[in-house]
């Protein structure tokens, strides 16, 4: 990506703000300069070494040379260049943690470079408050370097769930940097120079090429935007430009990934497959190796999802087993980093490069829909280590606990065999004939005596209970189709108009999962925020009044048990539209 090979800062600049740079001193910059760029980083330091002992105190001098030096060792000595960094930072009195203090235009290579490896991190949020105070100094900022910002807090918008913002920004950029009529179109004919590689093949590049590769880079976002927010009619013509932009970089895969989430979108699922089938998987390794992507770890969780779309769990638990294989074998391409440099021996960009937790958030659902809760269980508890913001993550977490705790309610329906269950016995005679009920029909109900925190991670009711307490607290108490989007990473965010949605299933879980704990004034107390839900579908009408009617009973409050479950209070459960997959019972 573009962020990887924006280290270099401003490499030619040395001027020294107490004194005038003398020509020998510039041919030595502009020598130091033109080796760096030829990929010749030995022959750089040398230059740079006899500057910086002309001018020990030039703070820019000082960075090169740490830039230097960290593409010297490519990219892999990320601990030692963060220390270089905050060295020229504390002697340049920068303190990139109060974006207040940045005031001066020469300032923002540094703060940009601290951004670029806070990206990689996967600190998104941390790096996008920085590039915001960067971006207000783009004007005055040499051209190279704000194509790199530009280029950066575009991806920071997407990562961070922002694509509306990312659209405005592309547009101001085009107008800012693109001065050209078609500032939209590119040019076709033309080969372009792929910028996964730029920082490899290091050959001088004149302005137009440059230009127009920074035009594609700005289609590829748009056409991203596009995919976020929906536009399909206008991701598809984007594609069509990049498609016919890159006819001549066989190398470069985003055309086809683009094309093959845009058909994903528009439910054409098996066109989806027909186009990822395109994509070359023999050099997967190579590629992880100078982009930090695999190919192949995208093509089978890719396929995987959609095979799930298409009511394949097999199949989509076997192409994301495939893809977790394939990420294992990509991060092996690296020794693992000693203790005191977690960061070092790989390139920067591969550090964050596995896509482990976000394959287990797959896999794991694809198994809860497979029937396997207990194997669900094991690979969403890896990933919501990592994505313990989501609402959702918890919620399939408790579905997992739920489901091992009974796999189906048919049973529970079969009255002919249950009749003998249901009726004890019979006393007296004449009038005074008496049926004698079982009092314990129910029968899920599952009291844990065993000294054991609900906050360790197993499959029980218990834990469950925690997850649904922790999807409640993520959600929103209120708010309609008006309020913010929740954050569900590494998805989208939930729609406003899903957020209610998705809180009636969690408390329609937690009403369930308190009556099989024992506890019905808590399970009352969901029951009626379940159906005190707006927009309320029939289906959960119905499960509001079950559990309502069932703590009504285990609290011995039977006038209320039979007002909420009479017919009458129940007639208008039937949603005609509501086609079940399978059998339903609630």
Same mark, same amino acid.
């Given at each position: 990506?573009?962020?990887?090979?924006?280290?270099?800062?401003?490499?030619?600049?040395?001027?020294?703000?107490?004194?005038?740079?003398?020509?020998? $001193?510039?041919?030595?910059?502009?020598?130091?300069?033109?080796?760096?760029?030829?990929?010749?980083?030995?022959?750089?330091?040398?230059?740079?070494?006899?500057?910086?002992?002309?001018?020990?105190?030039?703070?820019?001098?000082?960075?090169? =040379?740490?830039?230097?030096?960290?593409?010297?060792?490519?990219?892999?000595?990320?601990?030692?260049?963060?220390?270089?960094?905050?060295?020229?930072?504390?002697?340049?009195?920068?303190?990139? +943690?109060?974006?207040?203090?940045?005031?001066?235009?020469? %300032?923002?290579?540094?703060?940009?470079?601290?951004?670029?490896?806070?990206?990689?991190?996967?600190?998104?949020?941390?790096?996008?408050?920085?590039?915001?105070?960067?971006?207000?100094?783009?004007?005055?900022?040499?051209?190279?370097?704000?194509?790199?910002?530009?280029?950066?807090?575009?991806?920071?918008?997407?990562?961070?769930?922002?694509?509306?913002?990312?659209?405005?920004?592309?547009?101001?950029?085009?107008?800012?940097?693109?001065?050209?009529?078609?500032?939209?179109?590119?040019?076709?004919?033309? $080969?372009?120079?792929? #910028?996964?590689?730029? %920082?490899?093949?290091?050959?001088?590049?004149?302005?137009?090429?440059?230009?127009?590769?920074?035009?594609?880079?700005? #289609?590829?976002?748009?056409?991203?935007?596009?995919?976020?927010?929906?536009?399909?009619?206008?991701?598809?013509?984007?594609?069509?430009?990049? /498609?016919?932009?890159?006819?001549?970089?066989?190398?470069?895969?985003?055309?086809?990934?683009?094309?093959?989430?845009?058909?994903?979108?528009?439910?054409?699922?098996?066109?989806? /497959?027909?186009?990822?089938?395109?994509?070359?998987?023999?050099?997967?390794?190579?590629?992880?190796?100078? *982009?930090? $992507?695999?190919?192949?770890?995208?093509?089978?969780?890719?396929?995987?999802?959609?095979?799930?779309?298409?009511?394949?769990?097999?199949?989509?638990?076997?192409?994301?087993?495939?893809?977790?294989?394939?990420? $294992?074998?990509?991060?092996?391409?690296?020794?693992?980093?000693?203790?005191?440099?977690?960061?070092?021996?790989?390139?920067?960009?591969?550090v964050g490069g596995s896509k482990a937790p976000s394959l287990m958030y797959n896999l794991g659902v694809a198994l809860l829909h497979l029937g396997?809760?207990?194997?669900?269980?094991?690979?969403?508890?890896?990933?919501?280590?990592?994505?313990?913001?989501?609402? =959702?993550?918890?919620?399939?977490?408790?579905?997992?606990?739920?489901?091992?705790?009974?796999?189906?309610?048919?049973?529970?329906?079969?009255?002919?065999?249950?009749?003998?269950?249901?009726?004890?016995?019979? /006393?007296? *005679?004449?009038?005074?004939?008496?049926?004698?009920?079982?009092?314990?029909?129910?029968?899920? *109900?599952?009291?844990?005596?065993?000294?054991?925190?609900?906050?360790?991670?197993?499959?029980?009711?218990?834990?469950?209970?925690?997850?649904?307490?922790?999807?409640?607290?993520?959600?929103?108490?209120?708010?309609?189709?008006?309020?913010?989007?929740?954050?569900?990473?590494?998805?989208?965010?939930?729609?406003?108009?899903?957020?209610?949605?998705?809180?009636?299933?969690?408390?329609?879980?937690?009403?369930?999962?308190?009556?099989?704990?024992? +506890?019905?004034?808590?399970?009352?107390?969901?029951?009626?925020?379940?159906?005190?839900?707006?927009?309320?579908?029939?289906?959960?009408?119905?499960?509001? =009044?079950?559990?309502?009617?069932?703590?009504?009973?285990?609290? +011995?409050?039977?006038?209320?048990?039979?007002?909420?479950?009479?017919?009458?209070?129940?007639? +208008?459960?039937?949603? *005609?539209?509501?086609?079940?997959? =399978?059998?339903?019972?609630?």
């Amino acid at each position: 990506m573009a962020e990887k090979e924006g280290q270099s800062g401003d490499k030619g600049g040395s001027n020294d703000q107490n004194s005038q740079i003398s020509d020998q $001193e510039r041919d030595l910059a502009q020598a130091a300069l033109a080796e760096f760029n030829k990929g010749n980083y030995s022959a750089c330091l040398q230059s740079l070494s006899k500057l910086e002992a002309a001018r020990p105190s030039d703070v820019k001098v000082v960075h090169n =040379r740490a830039v230097a030096e960290y593409y010297r060792s490519e990219l892999k000595k990320t601990d030692l260049f963060r220390k270089n960094l905050n060295q020229v930072c504390q002697q340049a009195h920068v303190n990139t +943690d109060d974006l207040d203090s940045l005031e001066d235009v020469e %300032h923002c290579v540094l703060y940009y470079n601290q951004a670029v490896i806070l990206y990689h991190l996967q600190q998104h949020h941390a790096a996008f408050k920085i590039m915001n105070k960067v971006f207000v100094f783009i004007e005055p900022m040499e051209e190279g370097l704000a194509h790199r910002v530009c280029l950066l807090l575009i991806e920071l918008h997407l990562s961070t769930q922002q694509p509306e913002k990312a659209l405005t920004l592309i547009a101001y950029i085009e107008n800012q940097f693109v001065s050209t009529d078609n500032a939209t179109k590119m040019i076709g004919d033309k $080969e372009l120079k792929n #910028l996964e590689k730029e %920082h490899q093949e290091r050959a001088p590049v004149t302005l137009d090429a440059a230009t127009d590769a920074f035009r594609l880079k700005l #289609l590829q976002y748009r056409a991203r935007c596009y995919l976020s927010t929906c536009a399909l009619k206008a991701c598809k013509r984007e594609i069509k430009s990049i /498609i016919t932009s890159t006819n001549h970089v066989t190398s470069n895969l985003a055309p086809v990934f683009l094309k093959g989430n845009l058909e994903y979108l528009r439910g054409n699922y098996k066109k989806a /497959i027909k186009v990822l089938a395109s994509i070359p998987l023999n050099n997967s390794l190579s590629m992880f190796k100078e *982009s930090g $992507e695999s190919p192949s770890v995208l093509f089978y969780n890719n396929m995987g999802c959609l095979h799930h779309y298409m009511a394949k769990p097999n199949l989509a638990a076997f192409y994301l087993q495939k893809a977790l294989q394939e990420n $294992e074998v990509a991060l092996k391409a690296f020794p693992k980093p000693d203790q005191g440099e977690m960061l070092s021996g790989r390139p920067l960009y591969c550090v964050g490069g596995s896509k482990a937790p976000s394959l287990m958030y797959n896999l794991g659902v694809a198994l809860l829909h497979l029937g396997k809760p207990t194997q669900a269980f094991d690979c969403l508890i890896e990933a919501v280590q990592v994505y313990h913001m989501n609402p =959702r993550l918890w919620l399939r977490l408790a579905e997992c606990c739920i489901m091992a705790h009974k796999q189906s309610n048919a049973g529970c329906f079969d009255f002919n065999a249950r009749r003998k269950e249901i009726v004890q016995g019979v /006393i007296g *005679s004449g009038a005074h004939r008496k049926i004698i009920l079982n009092p314990n029909i129910w029968k899920d *109900s599952k009291y844990s005596c065993e000294a054991q925190s609900y906050a360790i991670p197993v499959v029980s009711l218990e834990f469950s209970s925690l997850c649904l307490r922790n999807a409640l607290l993520l959600l929103p108490t209120t708010g309609g189709e008006s309020g913010p989007p929740v954050m569900a990473p590494p998805s989208p965010p939930v729609d406003p108009r899903q957020v209610t949605y998705l809180r009636t299933c969690v408390l329609s879980a937690s009403a369930y999962v308190a009556l099989c704990l024992g +506890d019905p004034v808590i399970a009352l107390e969901h029951a009626k925020a379940l159906l005190a839900q707006p927009n309320l579908s029939g289906v959960h009408k119905l499960l509001g =009044r079950l559990y309502a009617g069932e703590a009504y009973v285990l609290l +011995d409050r039977l006038a209320q048990a039979v007002e909420v479950l009479s017919p009458e209070a129940v007639a +208008d459960i039937v949603d *005609s539209t509501v086609r079940p997959l =399978r059998p339903w019972f609630p």
